[in-house]
């Protein structure tokens, strides 16, 4: 006997950060697996956790964004053209928050923070730019956050989030 998508959800609408604005859409199997892969490599990672950053983390945190992207990379390559099909599908919606709110992060912060080690700095609290840099990512983590819970609702994993609204048939 096939194995039955135990899932019910059949409409999704959301609301994205990075501009990407409101989704809607019906989630199909192949998205809400996607979804949840998504998910759970957002949510495992130390740059998304609403956490102090100690210590050494602020490069701890970059190198961790930068491994979103071939994580997400591989989650799309292997789920397929399917999830893609449109400006609201999983695939286009994974693709925009990586472009538009990511990358612009880590090409501010990333060069700045390797010159300043570069300049033969140790001290991660003697970096001028921290407390920025600190405030820059807290939003960053916000939006990211946003994310997640709506990658969980496209999984069917969970409503976390009054902002995000679903349909269940």
């Known amino acids: 006997m096939p194995k039955r998508d135990p899932a019910q959800l059949k409409r999704v609408s959301l609301s994205l950060p990075f501009g990407i604005g409101k989704a809607e859409w019906e989630a199909d199997p192949s ?3 996607a979804a949840w892969d998504l998910y759970v490599e957002l949510v495992t990672r130390v740059a998304v956790e609403q956490t102090p950053i100690p210590g050494d983390g602020e490069a701890e945190a ?3 964004l930068y491994s979103l992207f071939s994580a997400t990379r591989d989650i799309l390559k292997s ?5 893609a099909r449109s400006r609201e599908s999983v695939g286009a ?3 925009a928050v990586l472009n538009r709110g990511v990358r612009p992060f880590l090409g501010k912060w990333h060069a700045r923070f390797q010159a300043w ?4 700095q140790r001290d991660p609290h003697a970096w001028p730019d921290g ?6 990512i807290r939003r960053l983590q916000s939006d990211l956050a946003e994310y997640a819970r709506a990658l969980a609702v496209i999984a069917g994993v969970g409503l ?5 609204s679903c349909e269940r048939g």
Do not use: V, W
């Open 31 to 33: 998205e809400r697996r």
């Open 62 to 64: 970059i190198a961790s």
């Open 79 to 83: 789920a397929g053209p399917d999830i």
């Open 93 to 95: 919606i994974a693709l």
């Open 117 to 120: 080690k570069a300049s033969g």
């Open 131 to 136: 407390e920025e840099f600190r405030t820059e």
């Open 160 to 164: 976390t989030d009054e902002s995000t």
